[in-house]
């Protein structure tokens, strides 16, 4: 396989990760404006990032194979608890 071609098959599997940690820390901006994060947008961006991606490779890891939606639902909920732990979603402020 061409360098070019393992480049974009690595851009392809890390996208779905890039993509819902930037909406869920953006949208988390908007739903909890009042509410002071823990961190600040980047860091949030970050570990929210490495969350994502973790859930992308231990899915290719437990199911064999990219693309399972069961992985992309669990991108999606993981995604979001570690964004409502940065903000503090549980206080009632």
């Not at 990032?49 to 992985?71: I, N, Q, Y």
């Amino acid at each position: 396989m061409p360098l070019t071609d393992l480049l974009l098959h690595l851009l392809n599997f890390i996208a779905p990760a890039a993509f819902v940690s930037v909406g869920t820390v953006a949208l988390s901006r908007l739903a909890y404006q009042r509410r002071l994060p823990l961190l600040r947008f980047w860091p949030q961006l970050a570990l929210n990032f490495a969350v994502c991606l973790s859930v992308l490779l231990a899915g290719l890891w437990f199911f064999g194979r990219d693309g399972k939606m069961a992985t992309y639902a669990a991108l999606v909920v993981l995604s979001a608890s570690c964004q409502w732990v940065m903000v503090r979603g549980w206080r009632n402020n």
